[in-house]
């Protein structure tokens, strides 16, 4: 059975950085396209970072140059540094697989205050 565990999220100022993580197990995250998404409340789910099974990444621009995404391959963990976060970034993340058929995490709340 598949499960992708997020957490680190929390409630940080304007400014701050937060590491979030997503734990998985059922799969090797070393051989799947992984993603961060966040929806905030009433607007759609959107692609913030993917780490490809060969390692590239790409980010959406609105992250770009303030968030990282990173993968463990001994803890099977893919994370997400958030920094200089803003306003705007407030929302649930969501940890998901990109290969074949696609899973996702309970999610993990962000809130930046300003």
């Known amino acids: 059975q598949v499960q992708l565990v997020e957490s680190g999220g929390g409630l940080v100022q304007a400014g701050g950085s937060l590491r979030l993580s997503c734990v998985a197990s059922g799969i090797t995250l070393s051989i799947n396209n992984m993603a961060w998404y966040r929806q905030a409340p009433g607007k759609q789910r959107e692609l913030v970072a993917i780490?490809?099974?060969?390692?590239?990444?790409n980010y959406a621009d609105f992250v770009k140059g303030r968030f990282t995404i990173s993968r463990d391959n001994a803890k099977n963990t893919v994370y997400l540094q958030m920094n200089s976060l803003k306003p705007e970034d407030t929302g649930v993340y969501y940890c998901?697989?990109?290969?074949?058929?696609?899973?996702w995490g309970q999610g993990t709340q962000v809130t930046v205050s300003s």
């Open positions: 998901s697989r990109r290969t074949g058929i696609v899973y």
């Open positions: 780490i490809t099974s060969g390692g590239s990444t």
